[in-house]
């Protein structure tokens, strides 16, 4: 026997079992109203009328703000991650993507360049844009499109800041990123946990490398009785991890060369002053005097050097004998000085003599 409970369809099917079919129903309907679905109009940034050239290296696009107000009454899972594609494509095309603003025109969406030719989109075509939820990522592996990557020194630090600019890594994607005023083509190989995207906000990421495009290999030490003809590999018949430790013994030279270069402190010989006679082999033999040993006749001779110092370039050192003290050379007057002393006593007599006082005290 049928149950009817007066046309409400969500309890339809036996009397036994009408509750359990209409509650599948109930959260099927509640499924459908998690998912965010809409066609958009899809355009470059580049079109976009606030000037956004910077988001073309990112992987975020721009929606109306009617995608924000639908969005925010649905039980979404934050953060917002969205999937696009391109139905009217011969191959199915899809990316993954996050949301930089709600600043685009009412259906309309601005896309990045790289993700507009990703996905075979002209401006103006439609492109379908669903909310999704993907796993945190934990490896992602890379493939540089050119070998002028190899010339970045830190590729790590410029991974970390262009990466900052993506939500979500597609397989099968070749983004774009700006580094010192040039642009980087990189393919996503592979992607793990999931084999075909996953979510890269707020997670610690390892990256692996394959060879970039157009890479040869330096030429291979020969085989005994072969040529020395070098030998050019692709990234599919060399080792996964080979590009990764050329890049990474890359870095390690770059700071090591700058640790090199840098100032240390304490660093160098020294001399000593007197020597005992168990470190005369390893001293430096001292400069032979010009003057005799004996204490009264060294300041004398000192004294001549260094006058004749005067008119040489550099200076001559002094050079004493072990336990004479040297307190200064003697003062030689230059011719006239004799009247200058003169006419300073002199001056100075003019300031001598008793005092004057204009009240005399008086006697008691």
């Known amino acids: 026997m049928y149950a009817d409970d007066g046309g409400d369809d969500d309890n339809f099917g036996f009397a036994g ?31 976009h009328p606030g000037n956004k050239a910077d988001a073309n290296y ?30 009217e494509a011969a191959v199915g095309r899809r990316t993954h993507c996050g949301v930089l603003e709600f600043t685009a025109e009412e259906g309309r969406v601005y ?26 990522g934990s490896l ?7 070998t002028d990557f190899l010339d970045i020194s830190d590729h790590r630090a410029v991974l970390e800041n262009a990466l900052r600019k993506f939500s979500a890594m597609t397989v099968g994607d070749i983004v774009t990123i700006d580094y010192n005023n040039r642009e980087y ?25 394959a060879a970039p495009v157009g890479y040869v290999e330096p030429n291979a030490r020969a085989p005994s009785g072969g040529s020395n003809n070098s030998m050019a590999v692709d990234g599919s018949s060399r080792p996964a991890s080979s590009i990764a430790k050329d890049i990474r013994q890359k870095e390690e030279a770059a700071k090591h060369e700058i640790s090199s270069n840098r100032f240390a ?13 168990k470190d005369k082999g390893d001293a430096p033999a001292a400069p032979p005097r010009s003057y005799a040993s004996t204490p009264d006749k060294a300041p004398v001779a000192a004294a001549d050097s260094a006058r004749s110092g005067l008119d040489q370039e550099q200076p001559v050192p002094l050079d004493l004998p072990i336990g004479t003290l040297f307190f200064g050379y003697d003062l030689v007057r230059p011719p006239g000085s004799e009247l200058d002393d003169s006419v300073d006593n002199t001056e100075a007599d003019k300031f001598q003599g008793k005092g004057q006082v204009l009240r005399q005290r008086r006697k008691r």
């Not at 721009?62 to 696009?84: D, G, N, Q, T």
């Not at 083509?185 to 692996?208: C, H």
């Not at 000593?272 to 006679?277: F, G, N």
């Open 265 to 277: 402190a304490f660093q160098g010989s020294g001399f000593r002053l007197s020597s005992s006679s």
């Open 185 to 209: 083509r990189i393919a996503v190989l592979e992607t793990k946990p999931s084999p075909s995207a996953i979510n890269i906000v707020e997670t610690d990421l390892s990256v692996d490398f």
């Open 140 to 146: 992602v592996k890379l493939q540089p499109q050119s």
């Open 17 to 47: 079992f009408g509750g359990t079919f209409g509650h599948q129903r109930q959260v099927g309907l509640r499924m459908r109203q998690r998912q965010f679905s809409r066609y958009y109009s899809a355009y470059p940034v580049a079109a």
């Open 58 to 87: 990112g992987g975020k696009i721009f929606l109306p703000v009617s995608a924000l107000e639908e969005l925010s009454r649905l039980e979404i899972v934050y953060p917002m991650l969205f999937k696009l594609e391109n139905d």
């Open 111 to 136: 896309l990045p360049q790289w993700m507009m030719e990703t996905l075979e989109l002209s401006p103006g075509s439609p492109v379908k844009v669903l909310n999704v939820a993907l796993l945190r």
